[in-house]
Every structure is written in C-alpha cells, then in structure tokens.
C-alpha cells in the first residue's frame, strides 16, 4: 500500500494551475551526495566501447544500444564531445549527456531514492493507483557543451491511453539560468498533448511537426541542488545550452499509472519485463 500523500492543497493547487511544482530540500545533501558519487562509479567504470550520441534536435535514433536503454544502464555522450578525428575533446566524464534509462531498476543506490516513501506519498497525493517509473535518466548538462533541450512534453515519449505521465527532475547541483535550468510555460498543460514520438518498423519519429513556441512565454525554473521538480506530463518545458563553466547534474524519473492506463504499444519504450511498480493500492 501507499503511505499517506505528502502534499498540501496549496501545492496540489499550484500544480493544477501552472503543471509544475517545486518542492525544495526534497533530498538531503547526503543524499545528494551518495548519487553522484555512485554515478561517478558507474562512469569510471564505462570503459566508452559501446555508447550512443543523444540529441533531442536529431531523434531518429535506429541502433539497437538506443532501445535496449530501456532495461539497461546505458551511456550516450553530447552531441560536441567529438572533435573532426572521432576522438573525445576532453575526459569522458566531461563528455558524457546523460545515463539511462533504468537506473531505479538496476543500481541499488538509484532504486532506493525511486522506491523512497517520499516519492511514494507524493504520487499518493497526485492519485495514482499502481505507479511505475517507467525510464531513469542522470543527466549531466556538461560545462561549455551541454546540449539544448527543445521544447516538449513528457506524455509525447511516454504515452498511456490515458495520459498518465509525470516528470520529477531532482536538482543534484544547483541548476541557474546561467548553466541550463528548466524553462516551462506555466499553464501549458492545460492545452492537451500536440504530438506523439512514434516507434515503428523505420525507427522512431514524431508523428506531428513541433508547434512554435514565445520564448517570453517561458519561465524559469532556478533550484538549489536537492529540489524536486514536478511536471505534469503535458506542461511545454525545455532547458537552454550550458555555456558556463559549471556543471547541472539531475536525476530525471518518468512515472506513469498502470491502474485503468495502458501502455501504449508504438511508445519507444518496449519492455520484455514489465517494470515493478513502487506500490499498489
């Protein structure tokens, strides 16, 4: 069973008016800590023999390393890490995008904070009935070449007739205007879902061009390291290229219901194991 939700009604109310929630010292610096230690682990144990480049400008991902990323801790480097002769520019865990997608499955450390009883009285409180992180992904937003994020919504990667999707970003450095924060457009989710990400026989792709998008619409999301952001799975939101000299580490978990929604089948997450869910009530 769950525990009791952890939410106040001012907070639940501010998410159903704006679809994100920022909920600060979600984790403690201990915490913290001991995640991006185990990712500096797991990295200094990748030995760059099989990876992937990540772009979210370019997506027609085809390889198999892509797919497989579902069940597995995978490595996909920045789209600059790469200088003209194929080699890395700098050390790779300076090159290194992001790990995923199934850190809360496979590595104790991540499972436990996906697992944790605060994140479960959090998803009591937005009412989901038998939850299940349904992709992890550490993403490191590199100093000088972190890539941009594009505007997007969360349900159109990871759809569930109906819509079930939310996003909780945990800020493992501080995350600033300067280095790459989140920007979302407050109120967006209200909207409805404008395309999906499509995975069929040639690949994957969207199944609508990308809507344009008022920058002046956009906010900022600054947070201190170990804030939690919530986002409602329709909510337009995206992150700028880090230009600075400093790092934005976050762990990023997708959760959607398995309770009265069903996967759907041309998501390009397609499991041999279905994912465990973290309670059912």
């Known amino acids: 069973m769950a525990n009791a939700g952890n939410l106040t009604a001012e907070q639940l109310d501010f998410f159903d008016v704006n679809g994100y929630l920022i909920l600060e010292s979600f984790s403690s610096k201990q915490e913290v800590r001991k995640m991006r230690d185990r990712m500096a682990e797991l990295l200094d144990g990748f030995d760059g023999s099989f990876s992937s480049i990540f772009s979210t400008k370019n997506q027609q991902h085809t390889d198999d390393y892509f797919f497989q990323s579902a069940e597995n801790i995978s490595f996909f480097f920045e789209e600059n890490a790469f200088g003209a002769d194929g080699h890395l520019k700098q050390p790779k865990e300076l090159s290194i995008n992001k790990v995923g997608h199934a850190l809360h499955e496979i590595d104790p450390v991540f499972k436990e904070f996906s697992f944790s009883d605060k994140i479960s009285g959090m998803l009591c409180s937005l009412g989901y009935k038998r939850p299940v992180v349904i992709q992890s992904m550490y993403i490191f937003k590199q100093p000088g070449i972190g ?135």
Do not use: M
């Open 147 to 281: 890539g941009e994020v594009v505007p997007h919504q969360d349900n159109s990667f990871l759809y569930t007739e109906p819509p079930s999707c939310t996003g909780l970003w945990l800020a493992l450095e501080d995350a600033t205007i300067t280095n790459g924060c989140l920007w979302a457009i407050p109120g967006s989710h209200k909207h409805g879902l404008k395309r999906r990400f499509i995975r069929d026989e040639n690949g994957v792709h969207f199944n609508h061009p990308s809507p344009s998008y008022d920058h002046k619409d956009f906010v900022p999301l600054e947070v201190k390291a170990g804030s939690l952001v919530v986002i409602h799975g329709d909510l337009i939101h995206q992150s700028f290229e880090n230009k600075s000299p400093n790092s934005r580490h976050a762990l990023s978990l997708h959760v959607v219901d398995t309770n009265g929604h069903v996967w759907a089948k041309d998501n390009w997450i397609q499991r041999k194991v279905e994912p465990e869910p973290i309670y059912a009530s």
